[in-house]
Nanobody, 127 residues
């Protein structure tokens, strides 16, 4: 059974850091594509970063570039999102998901093509 479980969300002050985890079961992340998404209050879910673990490609939304890093630990079958220099506009529920599009495609930071979503973890950036 495919399952993705996020954790690591918290209340943090602006400028702080958090590391989110996405623990995967049911398939090996090393041969797949995983994305991180944010759903801010009153807004649609949007892509933050994705990782094609098959070929090592990483993609980021423009506001995340230089501040966020997506990584993985194959032994733990886990994908991480390290978030530094957090801003209030980073606030939202963060989800990880598995890209289930055609295998010839790399990952995308668009929600299209993703299935097997986790339950989300809340990140609040506020002073």
């Amino acid at each position: 059974q495919v399952q993705l479980v996020e954790s690591g969300g918290d209340l943090v002050q602006p400028g702080g850091s958090l590391k989110l985890s996405c623990v995967v079961s049911g398939f090996p992340v090393a041969s797949d594509r995983i994305g991180w998404f944010r759903e801010a209050p009153g807004k649609e879910r949007e892509g933050v970063a994705c990782l094609d673990l098959r070929i090592g490609i990483q993609k980021y939304e423009d506001p995340a570039k230089g501040r966020f890093t997506i990584s993985n630990d194959n032994a733990k079958n886990t994908v991480y999102l390290q978030m530094n220099a957090l801003k209030p506009e980073d606030t939202g529920v963060y989800y990880c998901a598995r890209y289930i599009g055609p295998p010839e495609y790399t990952c995308s930071i668009n929600t299209n093509g993703y299935g097997h979503w986790g339950q989300g973890t809340q990140v609040t950036v506020s002073s």
